[in-house]
């Protein structure tokens, strides 16, 4: 069975840079895509970035555009999210995430393995 396990969230200020990394283990690792989520103190778990894990191809949520990165290692079989500029409304709880379908929408639904999520806090 395939793991996803998140590490890098912490406590930062406003303006300041973190790198999140999701390495996964087990079982046959085939995506089609991954993705970055996250659930803020309240909120629905949102989607924040995808990469379609062959093609390379990305997709970000407009509020993170322009300060995050999405990017993936193959060889490595991990996941990374660059974020860079970061503001209040940044801080959630960040999940890593895999899909298998062929046709993914970027939703919640789409995804079938998850991480168990990093906290990220950002004081302004």
């Known amino acids: 069975q395939v793991q996803l396990v998140e590490s890098g969230g912490g406590l930062v200020q406003a303006g300041d840079s973190l790198r999140l990394s999701c390495p996964v283990t087990?079982?046959?690792?085939?995506?089609?895509?991954m993705a970055w989520f996250r659930q803020g103190p309240g909120k629905e778990r949102e989607f924040v970035a995808g990469?379609?894990?062959?093609?390379?191809?990305?997709r970000y949520v407009d509020a993170v555009k322009g300060r995050f990165t999405i990017s993936r290692d193959n060889a490595k079989k991990t996941l990374y999210l660059q974020m860079n500029n970061l503001n209040s409304e940044d801080t959630a709880v960040y999940y890593c995430?895999?899909?298998?379908?062929?046709?993914?929408?970027?939703?919640?639904?789409?995804?079938?393995?998850w991480g168990q999520g990093t906290q990220v806090t950002v004081s302004s």
């Open positions: 995430a895999a899909s298998d379908l062929s046709l993914v929408q970027w939703s919640v639904s789409d995804f079938t393995s």
């Open positions: 087990g079982g046959a690792f085939s995506p089609v895509a």
């Open positions: 990469i379609a894990w062959m093609g390379g191809r990305t």
